[in-house]
């Protein structure tokens, strides 16, 4: 079987094109594929490849002080669901073009864990009994494959858009709690600190995104499956690849 790795960590990165350069060495020693991008705030990966190769992967990259406690969600597949390695260096590891969104230098946006999310969508309201509103921060084709029921879904193409987008609600989720969420967390990380800093002191975030609501709860209060970026096309609730086998190995080639 192949394992496959999600990972993001903010930190800040004096050179991202020497990071850059290792972790393509790190990965290559290994025969990993994926994608990785490196940027002045941090590293967001997506590699796939045999156990003992992400281990090994994992080991040199936790070697580094300021990735020693990066959190990784896996998931497993009968074939790489990627075509080719690729490291890329960019602006920002999560494109959102705000910078009173960086996580750099200051606190994380106050986070819920995937169990306290599912006792609050099973009591209908948090623990204070206020009702719960679930922000989804993907896009309109993530959002097709699956999202929290009765989620307050945006219609937009890119996470840039989600500003403009969420202004025409902000009234009407000013009275409850609002956890916003995304595939890994990456996303809603930024977007739960921007809204926070517009005055939306009510937002939370959901540790670990929906990935790690699955590996820690399953599927509750959750219709379909989670989009992912490549050739798997989407997790079920128990992190099985919607796509696999043959025609993963030729969508990813």
């Not at 202004?167 to 809603?188: E, K, P, Q």
Request: hydrophobic share 50%; charged share 25%; proline share 4%.
């Amino acid at each position: 079987m192949v394992r496959n790795i999600a990972a993001y960590q903010f930190v800040d990165i004096a050179d991202p094109a020497a990071l850059a350069a290792d972790v393509r060495d790190w990965a290559e020693a290994g025969d990993l594929r994926g994608t990785v991008l490196v940027a002045p705030e941090g590293i967001n990966l997506f590699l796939a490849g045999g156990d003992a190769a992400i281990e090994g992967f994992l080991a040199r990259l936790r070697a580094d002080a300021r990735f020693a406690a990066i959190a990784v969600k896996d998931s497993w597949s009968a074939s790489v669901p990627f075509a080719r390695l690729k490291v890329k260096r960019k602006r920002e590891i999560i494109s959102f073009r705000r910078d009173d969104a960086s996580p750099l230098a200051r606190e994380r946006a106050p986070a819920v864990s995937p169990q306290a999310l599912a006792r609050w969508i099973g009591q209908g309201a948090d623990d204070a009994g206020r009702r719960l509103v679930l922000l989804d921060t993907r896009n309109r084709e993530e959002i097709a494959q699956g999202a929290f029921a009765g989620a307050l879904t945006l219609p937009i193409d890119n996470f840039t858009d989600l500003p403009a987008a969420l202004d025409a609600h902000r009234d009407g989720i000013a009275d409850a709690t609002v956890v916003s969420y995304c595939t890994g967390g990456i996303r809603c990380e930024k977007a739960a600190l921007w809204m926070r800093d517009a005055g939306m002191d009510n937002v939370l975030q959901l540790d670990g995104g929906i990935l790690g609501y699955f590996e820690a709860v399953g599927g509750f209060g959750y219709d379909g499956g989670c989009f992912v970026f490549d050739a798997r096309v989407a997790l079920d609730p128990a992190l099985r690849p919607l796509v696999d086998g043959d025609r993963a190995r030729e969508e990813a080639a």
